[in-house]
């Protein structure tokens, strides 16, 4: 049965309180929980009639489609609800109210009825007697693809690695049917909604898995609604403070007098009245994690801040016409213009942003599309049925056209297939997911690369090529002759210079260009398949670069370390083998008192790992003698740290301030560009005593925006 499924009726505590719409959802949603709960332990309704426990899901699945054979939804509830009686929710409740509830989520989004049968029958395989035999003799090939794609792998068959290889599993089903994530972002989204009565823990460990795989696949598949509604979610649980004082900011906006959106939509409808445009205004509340990251960009917040206008229309033509009055009649500020209809969103969105200046000083922010747009940027890929139904349209070329199989997800699905252990695939697959801004590249043939922003020919080479791309030489961009390390920008076109020798070899040095998971991997795989081929032996390179990555001086050359710096000494080692130089390897950062072991590489060098370090197993499998290390007297340790937060003012000097408090020396910080007012702190710390870690990492994470604090990790080189 679901580990994540708690109390349906109580969240607990940890659930958010949400903006009014929001809020008026979640408690139908609760009404309906009871009303169902009562329905399903009276059993399934007579044969052919339509059970009332699935009624709200009819009435909702109706309002999109009204012509829906609802046959199929029967028989689904009635197998689902004889295989989970018995299962209890720890709640009490009758298990047959999850998939329900998850199945009335697709239902409001519009999802059509193949994907609302499966979700009634998506925990039957993983969690009754009921097998995908069964479900495809029922309910054919479709249905049992969806369900199977989000059976959990079973722990006791593939112990630590069974939710990665869940995930990856899940991904590639999804590369098939983009059904199956729609599935599982709806099954997430009830559980968070329900997680209050799991331990702090647990409900930590399922709110940052959430945060970092699930809400970033709910925004490339384009489902806004359950992605807004999960970050609030998740804030919730793991930053409670401030969630609190976010929800207080919010209710006493909606209690004061403040009228200033109300006023201003009432301005909006009386210009579009006067120009005869048929168009729907409405008020749209900001979400709390928009709240939130509103005040850390502004400070203190007025009325206008707290949410935006959204104008409905019935053409594209309509949004240009409602823009084109309202920068004629009001006062438009121009720098916050963007077309996203002209140019949509790699996740299919579209619309028209722009804003207007009051006489009071505040700004509104406008959003212009259409009612289908609307659909779309709420629901996404749910939004469209059944884009692999006989009829439809073939998509047109290029990856934002095709929502069955968009770039990423081909790009992801490419690269995870070269990932050598679950490790590095589930430490990829966050790096890969929390790239959340895409440019598109064009070829000289007139083709296109969709590439995560920040790109660079590196990345583009492998995009197109493969692992051809090992004997790329050069590319032209917009024309002109440029280095392999040029970062590419939205719109360039690219010519890549190919080599004709077959025994071409990628330089180890595009590691430090290569942006995305399919270039590094590539590089990765051939480096360590020819030790030889490019210098060192890759295993020593891959620390030397894990090192420098993480900050880690201790394993480079003194005048590397900066003016007047002396070189530190690594922790106290003792060996076996006297005489020996010992190098703390950067990919795993080992300290007092971790379980360490050691391995023989180039000049004399014994590296030493972390016992658990993904790099010991591959050291292994190539045969690298091993040495018997441990820790000696000394106490003293160097650690590299990664700090992740939300961004405000003075961030840094409060987290150094804390870290000095802790007695502890700052050797070196870097601090990366702040993506989705996110911020990662890289220190390298020198501890007087290796003991005094723990509560370093607790003042730090005590530091208000500060959302996580863990040891830097690295990965190890693919065998």
């Known amino acids: 049965m679901s580990a994540e499924a708690t109390n349906p009726a109580n969240p607990g505590p940890a659930a958010p309180a949400a903006a009014p719409a929001a809020a008026r959802r979640k408690s139908r949603a609760r009404i309906d929980l009871r009303r169902l709960g009562r329905a399903a332990l009276l059993g399934p309704a007579a044969r052919g009639k339509l059970p009332d426990a699935i009624g709200h899901v009819v ?42 509830a998850v199945t009335l989520i697709l239902a409001e989004l519009g999802a059509e009825t193949t994907t609302l049968t499966a979700s009634l029958l998506h925990d039957t395989v993983e969690d009754t007697d009921v097998t995908l035999e069964q479900v495809r003799e ?17 722990k006791v068959d593939y112990g630590a690695a069974a939710e990665p290889e869940t995930f990856r599993k899940m991904l590639v089903a999804t590369g098939s049917d983009v059904r199956v994530m729609s599935i599982k972002l709806a099954d997430r989204l009830h559980n968070m909604r329900t997680l209050g009565v799991m331990r702090p823990e647990k409900q930590a460990r399922i709110a ?30 793991l930053h409670p403070e401030e969630y609190e004082h ?44 928009s709240v939130h990251r509103v005040t850390r960009k502004r400070g203190r917040l007025r009325g206008a801040d707290f949410g935006r206008l959204l104008v409905l229309v019935a053409e594209d033509a309509d949004c240009y016409g409602v823009l084109g009055e309202l920068h004629t009649c009001m006062t438009p500020v121009v720098s916050e213009f963007k077309d996203f209809i002209a140019v949509p969103k790699f996740n299919l969105y579209q619309s028209l942003h722009t804003a207007v200046a009051r006489e009071d000083g505040q700004v509104v922010e406008v959003l212009i599309r259409t009612h289908q747009m609307h659909r779309v940027a709420e629901a996404g890929v749910v939004a469209l049925g059944n884009p692999y139904a006989p009829g439809t349209d073939d998509p047109a070329d290029g990856e934002r056209a095709d929502p069955t199989r968009p770039g990423w997800l081909s790009r992801l699905l490419d690269w995870q297939e070269a990932a050598p252990d679950p490790d590095t695939f589930w430490s990829t697959l966050r790096e890969d997911l929390a790239q959340d801004r895409e440019i598109t590249v064009f070829r000289p043939d007139g ?9 660079s020919c590196v990345d583009a080479a492998y995009a197109q090529y ?21 970062v590419l920008r939205d719109g360039d076109t690219v010519q890549l210079l190919m080599g004709q020798d077959p025994a071409s070899e990628p330089s180890r040095e595009w590691l430090e260009h290569a942006h995305t998971a399919a270039a590094r991997i590539a590089i990765q795989r051939w480096l360590a398949a020819h030790p030889g081929g490019t ?46 130089t010992v190098r703390l390897a950067g990919c795993c950062t080992p300290v007092p008192p971790d379980r360490i072991t050691g391995f023989a590489v180039r000049g004399g060098v014994v590296t030493v790992h972390r016992a658990e370090c993904a790099a010991v197993a591959q050291m292994k499998s190539r045969g690298r003698t091993e040495i018997d290390v441990r820790w000696g007297d000394t106490t003293e340790c160097r650690v590299t740290l990664v700090a992740e937060s939300f961004g405000r003012p003075h961030l840094l000097a409060d987290l150094t301030e804390a870290i000095a408090l802790a007695g502890v020396d700052i050797v070196s910080a870097t601090v990366e560009p702040p993506s989705q007012q996110r911020v990662r702190h890289t220190y390298t710390l020198q501890l007087p005593d290796a003991a005094r870690l723990p509560a370093l990492m607790r003042a730090m994470r005590d530091v208000p925006g500060v959302f996580d604090v863990a040891r830097a990790q690295h990965r190890a080189p693919a065998p």
Do not use: W
Not at 256 to 282: F, H, K, Y
Not at 471 to 482: Q, S
Not at 544 to 565: F, T, Y
């Open 138 to 154: 029922q309910f054919g090939e479709e249905v049992r693809y969806l369900v199977d794609g989000v059976t959990k792998l079973e």
């Open 447 to 455: 083709g296109a690369l969709g590439l995560p922003e920040g790109a």
């Open 535 to 580: 210098g060192d032996a890759h295993a020593e390179e891959a620390e030397r670069a894990a090192g420098s990555a993480a900050g880690e001086p201790a394993v480079r050359p003194a005048a590397s370390e900066g003016a007047g710096a002396t070189r530190p000494r690594a922790a106290d080692v003792r060996l076996d083998r006297p005489g020996a």
């Open 208 to 237: 940052k898995v959430t945060r970092d795989v699930l809400i970033p696949l709910a925004e490339r598949l384009g489902v806004q609604a359950l992605k807004t509604e999960l970050e609030d979610l998740v804030f919730a649980i």
């Open 246 to 289: 976010t929800r207080e900011l919010i209710a006493g906006n909606a209690a004061g007098p403040d009228d200033t959106l109300a006023q201003t939509a009432d301005s909006v409808r009386a210009v579009l009245r006067e120009a005869d445009i048929a168009a729907e205004v409405l008020i749209r509340p900001r979400h709390f994690v």
């Open 59 to 100: 009435e909702a699945h109706r309002a999109h489609h009204p012509d829906a054979d609802l046959e199929p939804l029967r028989r689904a509830y009635v197998l689902a609800e004889s295989s989970h009686r018995g299962q209890m929710r720890k709640s009490g409740e009758p298990y047959i109210t999850h998939p329900l």
């Open 466 to 486: 493969g692992e051809d791309a090992h004997a790329c030489i050069g590319a032209r961009v917009n024309g002109r002759l440029a280095t392999l390390s040029t």
